[in-house]
Structures are given as C-alpha cells and as structure tokens.
C-alpha cells in the first residue's frame, strides 16, 4: 500500500553536510554529523546509523536523530537474522518500506515507524531514515537518499584512510626511536673490544666485536622489514626460553650482573625481536638496579591444575617472565611504564617501550609488578588482543 505524502528533499542542505562530512575527522563525529542533518535533508524526523562491528558479528548503533531518540529504546543491536536492517547490509541493498506493519520480519514489530528506507554503507554499516506517518519513496527520493548514504560511506572511507596514515607514521617515529637506542648496546661492545685491542694489542678481543658488528645487521634487517612489512609478527619459530635468554645476555652489557634462569619453555615467536625484548629487559635491570643486579626468568604456569586418573598436574604454562632485585617500579607508575605515550620526555628511554611495542606485534599482553625480592617482575602472557585494530572512536 503506498504512502500517503510524498518525502522533501533540500539541495542547500544535502550541500553543506556534505561538506562537513568531508571535513570529518573521526567516525564519532561523522556519525553525529550526518545524523544530525536528517530532518534539514529530507523532511522525516527519524535517522540512525548503525556501524559493523566485525569481532561480534554485529550492527551496532553509533548515532540517531533527537526525534529517533524520544520515540525508541535505545540502543538496539542488529544481528544476522533478527532485522529488516540486516538483511540490508548482509544483500548490500537498498530497503523501502512504505508500510512496515505489512513486514514480518522487522526487529521490533510493535514498532511506531510507519515508513523506513534502509541504506547500506558497504561493509560499514547501515542508514535508516523513517517516519512515524506513511510516506511515499518514490524513484527519485530513493535516489537522492542513495546519494546521501554515498557520501557518509565516502566520508568514513577517507577517516579510515587517514586513520591508516597516523598509525604509520606513528609507527615510523618508533622505528627512528628503535633504531637509535637497539643499535647502541652493540655499538658500545664493537667500541669497547676495538679499544682493548689499540690499548692490549690482543687480537682476541675482534671476536666480541665481530659479534657486535653481526648483532648490529641483524636489528637493522630486522627493523628495516618492520618498517617495510608492517607491525604485526607474522614468521614465528619455536625456540626455548633459556636459549634466548643466554644468547642475550652477554650482548647486554650487564657488567657484574648475575643472570638465573628457573626453568625454561619453548617461546614461538620471532627469535630476533624476542632478543630485543631480553636484551632491554637485562639492560632496564642494570641500568635501574646497579651492574651487580640479580636477574631470574622462568616460565609462568596459571593456578589452575589438571586431574587424570586420580593423579594432579601442574597448571598451564601461559608465558615467561623476566624479574630482579632492584628497587623496583612504584605501584602508581606500573601501569603507565609499559605505555609507549609515558616514555615521551622521559629519562627511562625507548627501551621498555620498545619490548611494549614487540610484545604487542606478537598479540601477546604485558605486565609489571613486584618481584619477590621487591625489585621488577614483568610477566609475557598469551594476549587476545588484535593488533592495531581500526578504532577512531
């Protein structure tokens, strides 16, 4: 059954949204904008814009007109198969509903909407703009609402794109960062050893510098493919935890400090930037705790444990963890230490922020607390966070 008015539609304002949309610089506020225009666009006082959210599989609200927000219960979520909405943005194709009482499949069938168009943003999400009284959606409204839905979908295109550019630019400045301090520690081992020999004339002493020299090409292959692949760690091989740690210990320079390893567990991950990791986590320790710093790593094993046949298993190994007997990190600053953010102007330096930052490419979490001697514990656990995700909102 047709409507019985006929929608508005006014070019001066479809022109000056437009323009604030392209002016957007976020989701959130291309949401608002492009919701807070409906009624001065087309003549109806109901609009929503629902954004996909891939992990829940779901459409999720992000912006609705005034009226929209008096009339219905917010928020509502669409789902695969609960809406007329989502079938919308599942068949990415434009719904017209003159008469959505006739509808069986609506989200809300008590709902006080009488008309509604739904537009799809692509993989975005969904717009719907309706009336509480039957109006008529006619070849040319639903072409001018196409074009409204067109340039949101564009507006939120271009703030994902440079959204995009921020996180690699970001990116960049880190990997100055990484750059200038990881290539110091074996710099000052090649300078020292070459040193030693001017002043011995001990030729023994070119092998620590050797090392040093081939420590030095390794970080730079390293960060120069972070900087050219990306920030995720995509090759991964299994390596044991003692390994890596004693690999790492000599190049730290940890003067008269005294390393103690309590057990070990296979580590998949990449073993260069792994090494980065013990290599600042050593270098923290001396550096926080005085070169005779006692440092212990080991597995962390979870609480839990296992029953079979009446016998009791230890609990699951979850990570490693890398501890010492220095003065430790206060209470009020542990959660701040790891943050990329609080080293800025610090006087701690890029390294614990650069085991942050590769922590965190191989989408694993970590923590700092006390260490049973009162020093520093950090704990590497298995993360299920995703890497960089695209969130301006």
């Not at 609402?145 to 440079?162: C, F, G, P, S």
């Not at 609480?303 to 010492?324: L, N, P, Q, W």
């Amino acid at each position: 059954m047709g409507g019985e008015a006929m929608i508005a539609f006014d070019l001066d304002s479809f022109e000056a949204v437009t323009r604030e949309l392209m002016s957007a610089e976020s989701e959130r506020e291309i949401c608002e904008i492009a919701m807070s225009e409906i009624s001065s666009v087309f003549n109806v006082p109901l609009g929503a814009l629902w954004l996909y959210d891939s992990d829940a599989s779901e459409l999720q609200l992000a912006a609705s007109t005034e009226r929209a927000d008096e009339v219905f219960d917010w928020p509502v979520t669409y789902r695969p198969g609960n809406s007329l909405s989502w079938e919308a943005f599942e068949q990415d194709e434009v719904r017209t509903y003159s008469e959505l009482s006739d509808e069986q499949s609506q989200y809300n069938e008590n709902s006080p909407v009488s008309s509604e168009i739904i537009l799809p943003l692509d993989e975005y999400g969904v717009i719907n703009i309706g009336s509480l009284a039957p109006v008529t959606f006619d070849d040319e409204t639903v072409r001018l609402a196409r074009m409204y839905a067109t340039h949101v979908q564009a507006a939120l295109q271009k703030a994902e794109r440079e959204h995009d550019l921020r996180v690699q630019r970001d990116r960049m400045e880190q990997f100055i960062g990484v750059v200038s301090h990881d290539l110091r520690n074996p710099l000052h081992v090649v300078e020292g050893r070459l040193e030693l020999v001017r002043e011995t004339g001990d030729l023994s002493h070119l092998e620590d510098a050797e090392e040093g020299v081939a420590r030095m090409e390794a970080l730079i292959d390293d960060l120069l493919t972070l900087a050219r692949e990306g920030y995720a760690v995509e090759d991964r091989t299994a390596v044991s935890l003692d390994t890596l740690a004693e690999r790492t210990w000599a190049m730290a320079r940890t003067g008269d400090a005294t390393l103690t390893i309590e057990g070990s567990t296979p580590v998949f991950g990449d073993e260069n930037r792994l090494k980065q990791v013990f290599e600042n986590l050593f270098r923290n320790a001396a550096d926080h705790a005085g070169d005779d710093v006692t440092v212990w790593i080991g597995p962390v094993v979870d609480d839990e444990t296992a029953e079979t046949d009446g016998e009791r298993s230890a609990g699951r190994v979850t990570g490693f963890y890398v501890a010492d007997d220095g003065p430790g990190i206060p209470a009020e600053a542990q959660d701040e230490i790891l943050s990329v953010d609080g080293f800025s102007g610090g006087d701690t330096g890029l390294g614990l922020a650069i085991v942050a930052q590769i922590i965190d490419a191989h989408g694993w979490d970590i923590s700092v607390t006390e260490s049973r001697a009162g020093g520093a514990r950090f704990e590497v656990t298995d993360g299920t966070k995703p890497v960089s995700p695209f969130h301006s909102w």
